[in-house]
């Protein structure tokens, strides 16, 4: 009768490849959540410079708005100025 060898059995893991595996799984972890807050901190950035572009824009806008105004009202003060000049000398001389 052939002999026999006994079956093999699985190699038991030693605590140390247990605990690199383990260790192996909470860095992917850590990796896939990292990706995740970056994919939203970079979400938010960019959301954010959008809002900021358009707002930049209609201030812009009503800035321009405003200084147009300030200089049409400035030549009509100027002009009124001259106006008010020339009637407080007609009344002096009318004195």
Do not use: Y
């Not at 860095?27 to 970056?38: F, G, P, R, Y």
């Not at 824009?57 to 049409?72: G, H, I, K, M, Y």
Request: hydrophobic share 35%; aromatic share 2%; net charge positive.
């Amino acid at each position: 009768m052939p002999r026999r060898s006994r079956p093999r059995t699985p190699k038991k893991s030693t605590p140390e490849v247990e605990a690199c595996r383990a260790h192996d799984v909470l860095l992917e972890q850590i990796n896939s959540k990292m990706d995740a807050v970056i994919e939203v901190a970079t979400s938010t950035k960019n959301d954010l410079r959008a809002e900021m572009g358009a707002t930049e824009e209609r201030l812009s806008e009503r800035l321009a708005r405003v200084e147009s105004a300030v200089t049409t009202h400035s030549a009509e003060i100027r002009g009124l100025r001259s106006d008010f000049g020339r009637l407080r000398r007609d009344f002096e001389e009318a004195r």
